[in-house]
């Protein structure tokens, strides 16, 4: 039991290895900057995992390269500029609204509505009665002269 604990806890402790002592820059601002925009990177080999989280050899680069441009004094958004140029909007965890990605963004708030109208006319549907000529509780509104004939074929065999 012990060593599936052991297991358990190595392998959550996984991602937090990713980010090497000799990564780190000196400076804790920086660094925290460093971090903060790392969090939001994918890397590009494993798919949705930070290249703060990833210990693929691409993502310990970008992570170099993102310390770098901090380091020669880049603001935060100029470094995801940066690395955005170099490997494209697939890159950013969070991606922008624009460009190629208008149609992520509208595609899901364009399905909601299209899936709750058709959800409302289902709805309207069934309270208004299956049938053509149905009534409220479903019955057949018929003159009394139909309900006659109806009766009386029902009742001859």
């Not at 309207?124 to 009534?135: L, P, V």
């Amino acid at each position: 039991m012990r060593a599936l604990l052991v297991l358990i806890f190595l392998a959550l402790a996984g991602p937090v290895l990713a980010v090497q002592p000799s990564e780190m820059l000196d400076d804790p601002g920086l660094e925290a900057r460093a971090r903060s925009i790392s969090e939001g990177l994918r890397c590009p080999v494993c798919r949705n995992e930070s290249i703060d989280e990833s210990n693929a050899d691409i993502a310990h680069d970008l992570r170099v390269l993102v310390r770098e441009r901090l380091v020669a004094g880049d603001t935060d958004e100029q470094v995801v500029n940066y690395i955005v140029d170099r490997y494209g909007d697939f890159v950013l965890l969070r991606p922008r609204f624009g460009g190629s990605t208008w149609a992520l963004w509208l595609a899901a708030p364009a399905l909601l509505l299209v899936g709750g109208g058709i959800a409302a006319l289902f709805i309207s549907r069934q309270r208004r009665g299956s049938g053509r000529g149905a009534g409220p509780g479903g019955e057949a509104n018929l003159s009394e002269e139909e309900r006659r004939r109806l009766e009386a074929l029902l009742q001859d065999p």
